[in-house]
């Protein structure tokens, strides 16, 4: 994607009145990190970026900034956000729109089609981070990654997420303004991580997530960063009552995920964020994967595609499946 | 608890309308069948939250069951359909993530079907037993 | 003290007798409470403008001002208006019922160095807990105080709480004693007006008082400005500051209002500390 | 006998001394996530970056229950600890870590269950010789062999352990295991300058925090608070997985009929962390979240115990989903001020 | 809430039904240790007016603020008890009932299982009660009005009833005419009334009465609202003749192009009528009816030159163009009394019905004895040359009732008084036939049945006891194969003509009633009553009440006596002018609600709305519920991602400690 055009039309979004802010993505502080940026206006564009380490999806803040209660006779700052989006990034906007998340006239949507990204910690562990921001660009068959000045070729195999590999809709579905043009979508592979884990026996995997969950530190970064995580008062934050206590142990953590992954049930757009911030590294997005696939091949369902479509946990199908019921 | 001693607890949440005269008329009609199964009344199983399996096994039990209209028969019209759906999906996640599939099982039976019920009991306690106490992620007494 | 060598150990102690101070949603109820354990009962000492963790076993506990001064005998008193779910536990609490008690904590009012001076209450609402121990330590000892002055509003005769106590502080002739509602009632003989107003109209001179306040936010901000408008100087007002409290011993980190640690470090701070710490109003 | 030499070979030989205690180190093929207790036979092995989730949790676990009790009745049963513990291998930021945590656990009133952890732990600290990207101990009072708060250090001469005793506890555990260990030579510690000079130069990251507490008050209403923050997700990875946060909820909770009143870590980061029963926040967004963490860090902490509360780890900054980088933010507190 | 809850834990004897397998008194001593537990007893019958005056005793003088029943199931006793709290200065709503006997005593036979079972969900009801909250019903006003699905005689009957008692009534009928099946009847079992005689009256009375909205050849299309407040949209099917303008004379059926050629509906296909018809002298309305698909011009769009009806009809009341109709009113409460079909005999195909003419069925017989059907009331049949009168007859009771093999397990309680009555009529009019009932049982249970039965019996009707296997022909004679248990002995018995004494059957077209008033159906397949014994007029809907053959089969006054009842519950709501909403319905925490409208797209009642309020300066979306529209199922609670809709009564907050205290006694 040509970033002149990038920054040009984020400047000149950014320049609008009717827009608050627009959410990009900016280099990081040190190594291959990517930091969302708020650009206010004009001048802030040109630290924008599009690479393949914007693995991060922006839509989370749409529905993160807090509305702090507005002293009497003060009005709300309705204006627009601007918001750039990948494929899966839209995805969360569209099913956002479906849950009346958002309105559709408070958000500009700047679509990226994106030709894939690479895994951070895949790139990390290859390459070793620097102190310097380092680069990763796309090439016709893969990246480049450009290292204290130092640029190396790697095969797209080599370096794809996971998500991007199994990505249906690298291009974004919902959009005000579309930069460049849209790329060409490519087979999803077969989802070996969540096949793994079905062919595992009910022991096995009784095994496998024991191990996962004991890791997780109930951070909640899971949470917070999924975009379709966005009830002011978490029913898992609350006490009374109370469905998953504080304590930090397996059952509880365990609950936890459970009910992570359910609320999400035919709602995750597999943006694959959840999984890319646990500082455990638990395979997140099997769960959210495995659900997804449910929905899709035994209901026929797909979330964040289309605005208006009817949401899955909140319809049902005169022939849904019933092969479990006695 | 040693297995050959072991009773399962099963949690049952019945509608209402269906199962739940169902199973009366099980007892009206004196069927016998076994005594694990404790029954949680609502009015539909529209209102058993999926997560209300998830809790019950976390809390204790070892097997959970939910029983309703049949498709098209539900008092309040669709709501066993949405039970269908979310429990169905919920069956999967816990499949999924080791829990054995012989402890949650959906039903229907309408309140004429009292012999479906101790049917219907029978198969989720013999399930449950097969399937052993329930550890997995059961909230249990933590060492200090 | 007791042996208890663990602070986060409760001691338990028996609802004595409670009643109703004021209705609805949100009412506030006082509760008078003996410790169980005899030694403890004589061991127990807490000055005005302490606070204990009170609580029910299995539900929790709150941070509660006490609201009586230890001049008054071997008992606690709290009055705890119903928010969440352990004061809507302790509102539960019937005379004989059980309930746990750590403490004390916190500072307190500096009484003894305010002796010689002209005392000052303003409350507005269940804000008087914390005055009601200021109040019954200066009854206990007119001798050391210039005076005592008490004003206490709420919104209706109904939200006021202690008013059991009006009829013998109207009696009692050293004793300034000043309530006020926020809207006209029948059968009202005092003012009305909100509290910061009445503070305004009564006029007390700053010269060697101490005014000492506590209420809403809104109505704290008001009394702060019009106490300043009277001429009192910043290190004669006091208030007290409340914040969310799990330890109650400075140790969980949620209570701190800037560097301050409300549970250690308050609750009770004279005007100019308080002006210092920049999350004090937030 | 306070500087000697364990021959690497003989590390499994070492460990296996150290029983009847209860031996803690980073959790093998458990992705350096944790330190765990280490099973019989196992031996740990030592060459790793640091763990994600700080040694803390061996002395301030995560969840911890303070008493037990059953709910009709009186019965109050307190944990009994009493189990000695060794932590391998704590690497010096987060040894610093406890001594700068055991300050707030012993001020004014004690925390028993905290100081008698840390009462029955030794640390034995192994000193830094590849620190990581993001480690800056150096610029918060700390360094890669820095020895405070560790019992014993051991600095990887290669083949070679160099074991020095700081304390008592660190003198005993010597003594027992003298059978396994050399006299070092005079020439180590030369060797040892060399080793920890070297790992000094290599990290990279530092900041001026000299006038960082005394400057944080003025820069209150300073916009800078609202740019760090608005990407902060309010998750509560930096705080969890730093060795000084120390912040707890306390609750009860109830299995069956039994009872009991834990604490487990709680976050600044979190909303609800502040958040009154009223509904009121005296913290309401991020912004102020945000600034409450390096205000109590770099603020005030050094108000109270005078000294900083971050040891330099870096691992907020590693594990931070959104790149919040606290020397990132640390120097734009140094340029605004 | 506010008040710390002091549980009263009531365990029921039930007699022996629950105590001779639940040990209560050891369940009892359990109970009084239960948290919050201030007294638990035993009492024989709880339900009974003393075991109801010790709660209430209790309540007031040990100040119990919840009550536990431990007794039979909720769906039994719910009311009773909730009365009698209320009785006692409690809200009715702080009760909880745990079923020990249904559920628990019923159906365990070891007294340590059930015993402990039983104390398993008394723990749950008190976690449960303890976190009861106070509701108030609401009450709205009710239209005084009602709608009768259906004009046989339970719907003519009810709707007179209603009507008489001064409320409007809308009386909907599927055919052009009322009457139903009661019209087709020839005499009336055991009074041998004529039944057109004693029909008539009613029909034309409902057709006059000023109270009364007759929408003949009209069906329900949709029902929506609530009791004391249901939106009715009927569709008044076009006649193709003018309503206000035909005169009933009769001329354009008689000059119909196909005039007599359609199998008459009304005659049970025997005799036939015209594309245009009136379906029997009597009809009420007597208002001529185009049958869309027998007619020429609207089959085939052409009859003719023009269409003969249309040339004949003086008053000039033949429209083509006519097209369905719709209206729409208010009603407070519905009657069902939509009847029932006649067994399809084609269904039991050993007894020839489809094969030979003469095996008909109980419903042609009463055409063929009927004065105004199609013989004229000569009982005639056809030898395949000339129609002559049979001489031996055979009746066969039990055709499609009492039979699994087609499904129906049920009695159909007519078939034995009608096949005598039938007898009688063939008797009378041919004095020398011989007459025998082939029969399994003979059920003569009503007033006068059994005398009845006694006096066909001595007018030399044979009873003969065993259920026919076979039908076929042997020459010109039909041949019934059976065997006389009685004697065990083989027959072959040739007669002229066989009645098959079919029985009822539902409603084929039930399903669409069902969907429309949300009914279910018993085992039988009828509608299913509220309560089989105490509320058996009533349905689950409440407002919906069943009168007459489709709650399941019935005679004549057993229909009239159910119509006569649905008609007074139904004038309970209109009579009072008010109806009391179900407190039970779900609440939204507007603070908590995020706006997503999964409740809104679930509810089935279309209950709940978005609405936009203010939440600290901010404009927010929220979710509001419709009291008087909800049911309180709950569906959009499961579904709610913020657990912020929730059914009063069954909230999280009341479940999830009913599920740990199962949980807890492992």
Not at chain 2, 115 to 144: L, N, Q
Not at chain 4, 264 to 274: G, P, R
Request: negative net charge; aromatic residues 8%; contains cysteine.
């Amino acid at each position: 994607m040509d970033l002149e055009k990038l920054r040009e039309t984020a400047a000149e979004v950014a320049a609008r009145e009717d827009v608050k802010y627009l959410i990009g993505w900016k280099k990081g502080t040190y190594g291959y990190r990517v930091a969302p940026g708020f650009i206010e206006d004009a001048d802030g564009a040109a630290e924008l970026i599009f690479s393949p380490l914007c693995t991060a999806n922006l839509a989370t803040y749409l529905t993160l900034v807090e509305k702090l209660p507005l002293p009497r006779g003060e009005e709300p700052d309705d204006r627009k956000t601007a918001l750039m989006v990948k494929g899966c990034d839209s995805r969360a906007v569209a099913q956002l729109l479906v849950e009346k998340g958002i309105d559709r006239e408070n958000v500009v949507v700047i679509g990226c089609p994106c030709p894939g990204m690479v895994d951070p910690e895949l790139l990390a562990e290859k390459y070793p981070e620097t102190e310097e921001p380092a680069e990763v660009k796309w090439t016709d068959d893969g990246f480049i990654v450009i290292r204290d000045g130092e640029e190396t070729s790697v095969s797209r195999d080599e370096l794809l997420a996971e998500k991007c590999r199994l990505c249906r809709y690298p291009n974004p579905v919902i959009s005000d303004i579309m930069l460049g043009e849209p790329v060409e979508t490519w087979e999803p592979a077969e989802d070996e991580g969540v096949n793994e884990v079905e062919n595992k026996d009910v022991d096995e995997r009784e095994a496998y997530w024991e191990e996962q969950f004991s890791n997780c530190v109930r951070c909640y970064s899971c949470r917070n960063v999924c975009p379709l995580c966005y009830c002011q008062d978490c029913i898992l934050d609350r006490l009374n009552p109370t469905w998953v206590n504080r304590s930090v142990n397996f059952s509880e953590n365990t609950a936890f995920n459970i009910a992570r992954a359910f609320h999400l049930a035919g709602r995750c757009i597999e943006c694959g964020e959840c999984e890319r911030v646990c500082p455990a590294n638990i395979p997140l997005g099997k769960l959210n994967r495995k659900l997804a696939r449910e929905v899709r091949d035994k209901y026929g369902f797909e979330p964040g595609l289309d605005p208006e479509a009817e949401p899955f946990q909140a319809s049902y199908k005169p022939d849904d499946p019933e092969d479990f019921i006695l | 608890m040693s297995a050959n001693n072991y009773e399962p607890n099963i949690v049952a949440f019945l509608c209402n309308w269906c199962s739940y005269a169902g199973a009366d008329l099980a007892g009206t009609s004196r069927v016998q069948y076994p005594s694990n199964v404790q029954v949680i009344r609502v009015m539909c199983t529209g209102r058993v939250n999926p997560l209300y399996v998830m809790n019950a096994l976390q809390q204790g039990a070892d097997g959970v069951l939910v029983s309703g209209c049949h498709p098209g028969d539900c008092h309040y019209m669709e709501g066993n359909y949405y039970a269908r759906r979310r429990l169905g999906m919920l069956k999967d996640l816990m499949e999924f993530i080791g829990v054995d599939p012989r402890r949650f099982h959906m039903s229907w039976v309408s309140a004429s079907e009292g012999h479906k019920w101790k049917e219907v009991v029978e198969k989720t306690v013999e399930d449950a037993r097969e399937a052993g106490p329930f550890e997995g992620f059961r909230r249990r007494r933590i060492d200090w | 003290m007791k042996t208890n060598e663990n602070p986060y150990i409760p001691y338990n102690a028996t609802v004595e007798d409670t009643w109703f101070e004021t209705g609805g949603e949100r009412a506030i109820k006082t509760f008078k409470v003996v410790f169980d354990d005899e030694e403890v009962r004589k061991n127990w000492s807490h000055r005005p403008g302490q606070c204990a963790m009170i609580g029910v076993l299995g539900i929790g506990e709150s941070m509660i001002s006490i609201s009586c001064s230890p001049t008054e005998g071997d008992f606690l008193r709290f009055s705890v208006m119903r928010m969440g779910k352990v004061t809507q536990a302790l509102h539960q609490l019937e005379t004989g019922d059980k309930m746990t008690v750590r403490g004390p904590y916190g500072n307190s009012f500096p009484l003894e160095e305010w002796e010689g001076k002209q005392i000052l209450t303003i409350g507005g609402g269940i804000g008087q807990a914390p005055m009601r121990p200021i109040v019954e330590y200066v009854k206990a000892n007119y001798d050391n105080y210039a005076g005592l002055t008490m004003i206490y509003g709420a919104r209706t005769s109904g939200d006021l709480c202690f008013k059991n106590e009006f009829e013998d502080m109207a009696k009692d002739k050293e004793l300034s004693c000043h309530l006020t509602i926020d809207i006209e009632e029948e059968q009202w003989d005092h003012n009305v007006g909100f509290v910061p107003q009445v503070l305004l109209d009564l006029n007390p001179s700053p010269e060697n008082t101490i005014a000492i306040t506590c209420g809403p936010p809104i109505m704290i901000r008001f009394v702060l400005e019009n106490l300043k408008k009277l001429g009192f100087e910043d290190d004669q007002i006091y208030t007290t500051l409340e914040n969310r409290m799990k330890c109650g011993i400075g140790k969980c980190g949620r209570c701190n209002a800037g560097g301050m640690y409300v549970c250690k470090d308050g609750p009770v701070f004279d005007y100019a500390t308080l002006k210092a710490i920049p999350e004090a109003f937030a | 006998m306070s500087a000697m030499l364990l021959n690497k070979e003989k590390w499994p030989d070492f460990v296996g001394r150290l029983t009847g205690k209860k031996l803690w180190a980073p959790q093998a093929g458990g992705d350096g996530m944790r330190f765990a207790p280490v099973a019989e036979g196992e031996v740990p092995a030592l060459d790793y970056g640091n763990t994600r989730v700080p040694p803390k949790q061996a002395v301030f676990p995560q969840t911890e229950t303070l008493f037990r009790f059953q709910v009709d009745g009186e019965k109050v049963e307190e944990p009994k600890l009493e189990e000695e513990a060794v932590l391998l291998g704590v690497r010096p930021c987060d040894a610093r870590a406890m001594v700068i945590v055991d300050k707030l656990f012993s001020w004014d009133e004690d925390d028993p269950y905290y100081l008698k952890r840390r009462e029955l732990v030794t640390l034995v600290g192994l000193a830094c010789t590849e620190p990581g990207l993001n480690c800056f101990c150096t610029s918060v009072g700390g360094g890669p062999a820095s020895t405070e708060g560790l019992d014993l250090v051991m600095i990887d001469l290669g083949e070679n352990y160099l074991l020095e005793a700081i304390t008592e506890k660190g003198q005993a555990l010597l003594a027992e295991t003298e059978d396994l260990l050399e006299e070092a030579k005079d020439d180590v510690a030369e060797q040892k300058e060399k080793i920890i000079n070297e790992s000094e130069q290599k990290i990279k990251r530092s900041v001026n925090t000299e006038d960082i507490p005394g400057g944080l008050p003025g820069l209150w209403e300073d916009p800078l608070w609202q740019r760090v923050s608005a990407s902060c997700l309010g998750c509560g990875t930096c705080t969890f997985l730093c060795p000084t946060c120390h912040c707890f909820d306390i609750q009860d909770e109830t299995e069956g009929f039994d009872s009991r009143r834990c604490r487990s870590w709680d976050s600044c980061m979190f909303a609800e962390y502040t958040l009154h029963t009223s509904g009121h926040n005296p913290r309401p967004s991020r912004r102020e979240r945000t600034r409450n963490r390096i205000n109590h860090k770099y603020n005030y902490y050094v108000d109270k115990f005078d000294v900083i509360a971050c040891v330099g780890c870096g691992r907020c900054i590693n594990l931070c989903p959104v790149n919040i980088d606290i020397v990132d933010i640390l120097k734009q507190v140094e340029e605004a001020l | 809430m506010t008040a710390k809850p002091k549980v009263g834990v009531y365990i029921c004897h039930c007699g022996i039904n629950i105590a001779s397998t639940v040990d209560v008194e050891t369940v009892e001593e359990y109970a009084q240790k239960l948290p919050n537990v201030k007294v638990a007893r035993t009492y024989s019958y709880m339900c009974s007016e003393p075991g109801q005056v010790l709660i209430k005793e209790d309540i007031k003088e040990q100040g119990l603020n919840r009550i536990v029943v431990a007794s039979c199931s909720p769906r039994m006793h719910e009311p009773t008890f909730r009365k009698a709290i209320q009785e006692a200065g409690l809200n009715p709503y702080f009760l909880e009932m745990a079923n020990i006997r249904e559920q628990c005593s019923w159906v365990h036979e070891d007294t340590g299982e059930a015993t402990e079972k039983a104390k398993k969900l008394i723990t749950a009801s008190v976690a449960k009660v303890r976190l009861l909250e106070a509701l108030e019903s609401k009450e709205v006003d009710a239209e005084p009005a009602a709608l009768v699905i259906g004009a046989g005689i339970a719907g003519i009957q009810a709707a007179l009833d209603i009507a008489d008692a001064g409320f409007k009534t809308y009386l909907v009928e599927k055919t052009p005419s009322v009457g139903g099946r009661m019209a087709q009847l020839d005499k009336t079992f055991p009074t041998l009334d004529c039944s057109a005689c004693i029909l008539t009256p009613k029909m034309v009375d409902c057709a006059s009465h000023p109270n009364i909205e007759l929408l003949s050849y009209s069906e329900v299309e949709e029902v929506g609202g609530y009791i004391g407040n249901f939106d009715v949209k009927v569709r008044k099917k076009a006649r193709y003749v003018d309503f206000d303008k035909c005169t009933g004379c009769g001329d354009c059926a008689s000059e119909c192009r196909v005039a007599d050629r359609f199998p008459s509906e009304f005659d049970q296909g025997m005799g036939k009528r015209s594309a245009i018809y009136l379906p029997f002298p009597q009809a009420v309305p007597a208002k001529y009816t185009i049958d869309p698909e027998s007619c020429l011009y609207l089959s085939r769009g052409k009859c003719g030159k023009s269409p003969k009806c249309q040339e004949v009809c003086g008053a000039g009341a033949i429209n083509f163009e006519q097209e369905d109709e719709f209206v729409e009113f208010k009603v407070g409460a519905i009657i069902v009394a939509t009847g029932f079909d006649p067994f399809d005999a084609s269904r039991k195909p050993e007894y020839g019905y489809d094969d030979y003419p003469n095996v008909i069925t109980g419903m042609e017989m009463e055409r063929l004895v009927s004065a105004s059907g199609p013989t004229g009331g000569k009982v005639l049949i056809s030898n395949g040359e000339e129609e002559i009168e049979p001489k031996e007859v055979a009746f066969i009771k039990c055709v499609g009732s009492r039979d699994e093999s087609v499904g129906n397990e049920y009695c159909s309680r007519v078939c034995c008084m009608y096949t005598a009555k039938q007898a009688h009529l063939i008797r009378e009019k041919l004095p020398d036939a011989n007459i025998r009932i082939y029969y399994m049982d003979v059920r003569a249970f009503g007033k006068g049945y059994e005398e009845f039965y006694d006096r066909v019996r001595r007018e030399n009707v044979r009873y003969i006891r065993g259920n026919p296997s076979e039908i076929f022909k042997r020459g010109n004679k039909l041949v019934v194969k059976a065997e006389d248990t009685l004697t065990s002995t083989p027959l072959e018995d040739e007669v002229d003509m066989v009645v098959l004494g079919v029985g009822l059957e539902p409603r084929a077209d039930m399903r669409k009633m069902m969907d429309l008033l949300r009914l279910s159906q018993s085992p039988d397949r009828f509608f299913l009553e509220a309560h089989p014994k105490l509320r058996p007029v009533d349905t689950a809907t409440d407002g919906v009440f069943l009168a007459g053959c489709c709650q399941g089969p019935k005679d004549i006054p057993d229909t009239v006596a159910q119509a006569k009842g649905a008609a007074s519950s139904a004038l309970i709501p209109l009579a009072r002018g008010k109806v009391t909403i179900d407190a039970q319905v779900a609440e939204v925490n507007e603070t908590t609600c995020r706006g997503c409208g999964f409740c809104v797209e679930i509810c089935p009642y279309s209950a709940i709305e978005m609405v936009t309020v203010n939440q600290f300066g901010h404009e927010v979306e929220v979710a509001r519920v419709n009291e008087a529209l909800c049911k309180g199922c709950g569906s959009c609670s499961a579904a709610c991602l913020s657990d912020s809709i929730q059914p009063k009564s069954f909230r999280d907050r009341q479940i999830l400690p009913q599920i740990a205290a199962l949980g807890a006694m492992k």
